[in-house]
């Protein structure tokens, strides 16, 4: 009778022993106690609040390119160019004037050089425009572009002049939306030789050029800058 009692209390204290085992939070192998499951849940996702704002969109900028400058003579019905260039007009810093120019050579026999371009966010009047003799415009005022392009030694003159800057281009109007046409022909321009205008600073000023202050028409700050490039192969010669 007493071994059956020592059994009994024996049998007890074991199921006692393993009832706490399993209550515990550091049971081993594997803990699966509710703390261990929390740490290994990821932390709930947050709604974004409701009141969050989006990025303010960015207004197109108006751009211009070749085909927004150059007449439909030159490209369709058999058209042709011997010669051309253009000119990316970019603003100095604190202006916002750009825009494109072309110089087309429809035939390379011909003295004749058509220019032909639009400049945007320009203020409506009238402003010096002109090519200078460095091709660099990297200054925040492009002064990098020197002195208007005269190979000659000529004195400043409207463009209409026998005896100028190759470089005098005159004066542009711009219109009361801010925009300036330009279309004309110049004999004095050329793509090869001494007056080869490729490779040369394209300068819009701020102001009117009086065409008779020397050395550059009194024209003000330069509010554009581009370079002149070839658009396409020219045979130089020897």
Known sequence: MKSHNKYLTVLVSSAVILLSACGRDDVSPGNT????????TPPPVTAPASNATSEPQVEAVERISE????????????????????????????????????????????PQVRVVGKIINISPGAHGFHLHEIGNCTTPDASSAGDHF????????????????????????????????????????????????????????????????????NSGDRIACGVIENRQAVLVPE
Do not use: C, W
């Open 33 to 40: 106690s509710q703390s261990a499951l929390q740490e290994n």
């Open 67 to 110: 085909s927004d400058i150059i007449p439909d003579e030159y490209t369709t019905n058999n058209g042709s160019i011997d010669r051309l260039a253009t000119v990316t007009l970019q603003p100095t810093v604190g202006n916002e004037t750009s825009g494109m120019v072309a110089f087309i050579q429809a035939d390379a026999e011909s």
């Open 150 to 217: 005269n190979p000659a030694g000529a004195q400043h003159a409207a463009r209409e002049s026998a005896v100028r800057h190759v470089g005098d281009l005159g004066n542009l109007t711009a219109q009361d939306d801010h925009t300036a046409v330009v279309d004309f022909y110049d004999e004095h321009l050329e793509f090869v030789g001494m007056n080869s205008i490729v490779g040369k600073a394209f300068i819009i000023h701020a102001d009117e050029d009086d065409l008779t202050t020397q050395p550059s028409g």
